[in-house]
């Protein structure tokens, strides 16, 4: 049989979702679960990562929980398709995650350029959480416990699929072929890798305050596109524009097609046009801005109403989320299994066991 082709990816419920989001791996999950080349697709809101370093305040990860819901639906993701679920309600992820820590080495996971960022951004210093330290292990276990072949996800989480392969051999060569090796998918261009916040410092990040909101209103996204960063040099229409850092084209290289060059600015073939207008002078920063909020509208817009929708129904938003916790527990029960037996820890399913035990302490 040829291996299946399996998705695993999530988030963690701390906030909602952003257009960063969006272009790192959002809109990617949408078209790979349309494109129907995989034959299983998982995406799972991660409340217990989210926890890690969130233990003094639940409350915030609950109330997440469903707001990331939303935004899934809402951009796209069909629980018909895809299977949403929470993180905690699939205990085994933590079983699994106790065994691999076995695996792994204190020096390796403070390797992990992402980790020693945010231990450095939440001050943690000597204080860091014995949990938190350990999320990369349990990410691998999610990632495996539904034998992932594809994690689509932002740059920043390369380290932890690097890990997850190591774990995967690691663990394979001490008990046996049991696991897969997953690959990551990243996003297409530099843009989508790493789309600056409105103020053009940084990623977009919502500690930072410099993030569009899928959920942002027409209003708000139109009054944040028009306050972003541009070329502080380009004072006047008829002064060369500079492209480096510059907020609106960063976020058309991430957005635009061609497309939407014919529709809205049909006067330029594409956004390279665009650019050169730009930097020879005479395009004013407002019409890039312009142009831009119409492109995110036609991306935000029908986003809004299937939200309202689903904001309309929420029992019926935590039945889904419902449903795809018991199937993907469903399917990590059966890696579970398979784990166990490598391991040697599957004392009561094993029917020879007794029999071997029985043989070797007969007198
Ligand atoms: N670490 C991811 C984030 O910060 C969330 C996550 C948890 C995840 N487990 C995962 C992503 C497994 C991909 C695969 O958003």
Redesign the pocket.
Known sequence: MEMEKII?????PTGKLHLGHFVGSLRRRVELQNSGQFDKIFV?I?DA?ALTDNADNPEKVRQNVIEVALDYLAAGIDPEKTTIFI?SQVPELAELAFYYMNLVTVSRVQRNPTVKTEIKMRNFEQSIPVGFFC?PV??AA??TAFR?TT?P??E??AP??ELTREIVNRFNNIYGETLVEPEILLPDNAACMRLPGTDGKAKMSKSLGNCIYLSDTAKEVAKKVKSMYTDPLHLNIDDPGHLEGNCPFIYLDAFSTDEHFAKYAPQYANLDEMKTHYTRGGLGDGTVKKLLISILEETLAPMRERRAQFENNIPMVYDILRRGSIEAREAAAKTLDEVRSAMRINYFSDTELIKAQSEKYKK
Not at 8 to 12: A, E, F, I, K, Q
């Open positions: 695993l990816t999530g988030d963690r799972m991660a990562q993180q999320y349990s990410q999610d990632i992932a994690v996800v932002g920043d989480q932890m699929i």
